[in-house]
């Protein structure tokens, strides 16, 4: 006898395999289960990532506004006026504006609308329509601040140029 003890049981070579097998697989189990430390450096990486995906991403939001219109002299007349406000978070500090405007030519004259954003010029567009007709267009501009977009139209001929139902959309899109 090679002083091996008894055990019940043991006598069976298919339980014993099966029995075997089970063991290496809880011990390989065992073996891939990740420790704390693991977990929380992956969970940090994660983080770090979306933080990451979330300063990247642009972030979309828009602002609009109207006038009933007016009868535009030779000076400047402001029709409409909106703020623009950047999204700064997840270090976000620049924003594109897509500005959108559309009005009616409603009587004879030479209408011209004029874009500003924060006292910078951002678009302008000619009434060369026929009366009745809408006009307008659109233009982008950057920035690094949150800014008054404001619109003002006048006469470019010597009589007034009315113009009816004026509106702006601003879409600010803010980036990294």
Known sequence: MTGAKYAPGRMDESANRVRDQRRLEREKREANRPTGTEIAQVTRRLDEQQERIMRTTPVFSTVSGSS????????????????????????????????????????????????L?????????????????????????????????VLYGRSTVSGASPVGSVSMTVTVISLA
């Open 68 to 115: 009933p219109g007016a009868s535009l002299g030779g000076g400047w007349t402001r029709l409409v006026s909106v703020h623009a406000a950047r999204d700064t978070s997840h270090g976000k500090r620049n924003a594109v504006l897509l500005i959108s405007v559309t009005a009616a030519k409603t009587g004879d004259g030479m209408p011209l609308l004029k874009c």
């Open 117 to 149: 954003a924060g006292g910078a010029a951002a678009g302008t567009f000619p009434g060369v329509t026929a009366n009745g007709d809408d006009f307008g267009g659109s233009s982008s501009t950057m920035v690094d601040r949150d800014v008054d977009v």
